[in-house]
């Protein structure tokens, strides 16, 4: 399961990161402020423990004080914003069906929780969307799953993505 489904997993390598990269920086920090503690339990980790321990170290690099602050953690492009970032990274090999549940869930965030406006920012059906989420918080893994399934054509936003390399054929201009 990804790390951000695994709270406890987060508080317990975070804490094997702080003093691992304390001992090797030869600085003495205790742990985290209250609020740096909160962003790293609640941020979603896309980039799963590799994005957490190079997380940690930067914060340990930058820390100034004997306690990492949020400031030494964040990076930049999240420093000067509360939003939900609108862009989705999906790494090289991720299914459709895994690409789909992101894309799904971020734009539902960029929406403030409206998802008759995700459905229409996405190209789907808002039951699609809904459908999508009850399968996400059900356990399973969205309806995007099903999609998968040969025969099938995907809908809404995937349905552009696979249809997009028959248009690249031709590199000429019509």
Do not use: C
């Not at 304390?22 to 980039?47: C, E, M, R």
């Not at 997380?55 to 420093?79: C, F, N, W, Y």
């Not at 790494?91 to 929406?111: E, K, Y």
């Not at 969307?129 to 918080?137: A, I, N, P, S, T």
Request: charged residues 25%; without cysteine; hydrophobic residues 35%.
């Amino acid at each position: 399961p990804p790390l951000r489904d695994r709270t406890d997993d987060v508080q317990l390598l975070a804490s094997e990161f702080l003093e691992r990269f304390s001992s090797q920086n030869g600085k003495k920090i205790t742990g985290f402020h209250d609020d740096a503690w909160q962003w790293v339990l609640q941020y979603h980790w896309p980039g799963n423990v590799r994005e957490l321990k190079n997380t940690v170290e930067r914060g340990v690099i930058m820390a100034r004080s004997e306690t990492i602050q949020l400031s030494d953690l964040m990076p930049r492009h999240l420093k000067h914003t509360t939003d939900v970032p609108n862009t989705v990274t999906i790494n090289v090999g991720s299914s459709m069906a895994d690409a789909q549940r992101q894309l799904v869930l971020r734009t539902f965030a960029n929406a403030n929780g409206d998802t008759v406006r995700a459905a229409k920012m996405l190209g789907m059906d808002a039951a699609d969307v809904r459908r999508e989420l009850l399968g996400l918080l059900n356990g399973g893994g969205g309806a995007g799953a099903d999609n998968a399934r040969p025969g099938r054509r995907p809908s809404g936003a995937t349905a552009a993505v696979a249809e997009a390399p028959g248009k690249a054929k031709s590199g000429k201009k019509k």
